[in-house]
């Protein structure tokens, strides 16, 4: 049985959902046929005829099509109409609230789902299952599939902190926070900045941040306020080799999500990242984060926007015992290898698609 993974967000560029498409279709067990194009979200626009007309030549030998997500799920009821097949599509959640083209999007999006042609939803956390409900998609017409996560290349812990020390040039002893994320607001990157980091000055902290994006004239706004130069260094787009050293070489890992309006965050994918490489890891209890970050197994959830909450929660980390901290680190990483391993992330959809054909 052969399936078409459609996907407009494949390697080698860079992002979660790029990353998702490629371990999916790597592991997945089965024959498969994987069609991609496109780099930019604008790319849909000549990306998605072609994808129709190559899954025209391929629908005799094909059982069922997998679309990557709902933005490229629009082509579905022509793609039902050429074919006449089984139509699966990943959704992410930013699909269903994001509204741009003077509600142009949501109003194709709208069409699209009602027309009924995508014959199954795949969820990527619970939030977007709750999403999808309120857009009047039955409950037996959804399956709830998180992301998964690959074993650390490299586990030498020592080595990777002396690398990451000598390539940002500071003290193996200083405490190192990270956070990667694309730089815009609903990360809630610039609040952590303003309302928690000035409150842990007393143990010299360097906030590292790893990603680009529009946030950041704002993030380096806020630095200049309140003075905290010394204390916050923006990275900007790194290597997959930086990226290991920062998830092995760093302290703490930070998710401050806060919530903006038809923004969503879908799945704590590199907060998920983190505790696989055994770095303790705080995240605020948004969207479809705790889809990922299970409290107290893989990380601690707190409620979004309270400086509190972080500042004492970091505060106990810094302050207790190095080796516990790093206990938990480690018993985080096996209970996420063991519940987020991409090989039986594929084996759900394998199960799904089956029951589907």
């Given at each position: 049985m052969k399936i078409a993974f459609l996907t407009r967000k494949?390697?080698?560029?860079?992002?979660?959902?790029?990353?998702?498409?490629?371990?999916?279709?790597?592991?997945?067990?089965?024959?498969?046929?994987?069609?991609?194009?496109?780099?930019?979200?604008?790319?849909?626009?000549?990306?998605?005829?072609?994808?129709i007309l190559?899954?025209?030549?391929?629908?005799?030998?094909?059982?069922?099509?997998?679309?990557?997500?709902?933005?490229?799920?629009?082509i579905a009821p022509l793609l039902k109409l050429l074919t006449k097949k089984p139509?699966?599509?990943?959704?992410?959640?930013?699909?269903?609230?994001?509204?741009?083209f003077w509600g142009l999007y949501q109003k194709l999006l709208n069409f699209t789902l009602k027309t009924q042609a995508i014959d199954h939803y795949v969820a990527v956390s619970e939030y977007t299952k709750k999403l999808l409900l309120t857009k009047g998609i039955l409950a037996n017409k959804i399956t709830v599939i998180p992301h998964g996560v690959s074993a650390p290349k490299n586990t030498d812990l020592e080595l990777a902190r002396k690398k990451l020390c000598e390539k940002i040039a500071c003290s193996p002893d200083r405490l190192l926070l990270l956070s990667v994320a694309r730089l815009v607001r609903?990360?809630?990157?610039?609040?952590?900045?303003?309302e928690v980091l000035p409150k842990l000055q007393k143990y010299n902290p360097l906030y590292l941040v790893a990603g680009s994006g529009l946030e950041q004239k704002n993030i380096e706004k806020?630095?200049?306020?309140?003075?905290?130069?010394?204390?916050v260094c923006l990275l900007g787009k790194?290597?997959?080799?930086?990226?290991?050293?920062?998830?092995?070489?760093?302290?703490?890992?930070?998710?401050?999500?806060?919530?903006?309006?038809?923004?969503?965050?879908?799945?704590?994918?590199?907060a998920l990242e983190a505790a696989v490489h055994g770095l303790p890891v705080i995240a605020a209890d948004l969207e479809g984060i705790p889809s990922a970050i299970h409290q107290g197994k893989n990380g601690i959830l707190l409620e979004p926007q309270n400086a509190e909450a972080f500042?004492?929660?970091?505060?106990?980390?810094?302050?207790?015992?190095?080796?516990?901290?790093?206990?938990?680190?480690?018993?985080?990483?096996?209970?996420?290898?063991?519940n987020f391993?991409?090989?039986?992330?594929?084996?759900?959809?394998?199960?799904?698609f089956e029951s589907l054909v």
């Open positions: 494949y390697p080698p560029q860079k992002g979660g959902m790029e990353t998702f498409s490629w371990e999916l279709t790597k592991n997945y067990p089965n024959e498969k046929i994987v069609l991609h194009h496109g780099k930019r979200q604008i790319d849909v626009l000549w990306s998605a005829p072609l994808l190559q899954t025209w030549f391929l629908k005799k030998e094909t059982a069922l099509f997998h679309l990557g997500d709902l933005v490229l799920g629009l139509i699966v599509v990943t959704v992410h959640a930013l699909e269903l609230t994001y509204n741009a609903r990360k809630g990157l610039a609040w952590f900045i303003e806020i630095i200049q306020k309140t003075k905290q130069q010394n204390n790194v290597n997959s080799e930086i990226l290991e050293n920062l998830y092995q070489g760093a302290d703490i890992f930070i998710a401050p999500n806060i919530p903006v309006a038809n923004d969503s965050e879908g799945f704590g994918f590199t500042v004492k929660q970091i505060t106990v980390w810094i302050e207790q015992n190095p080796v516990d901290r790093k206990n938990f680190g480690k018993q985080a990483q096996i209970y996420t290898l063991k391993r991409w090989p039986d992330v594929a084996l759900n959809y394998q199960k799904l």
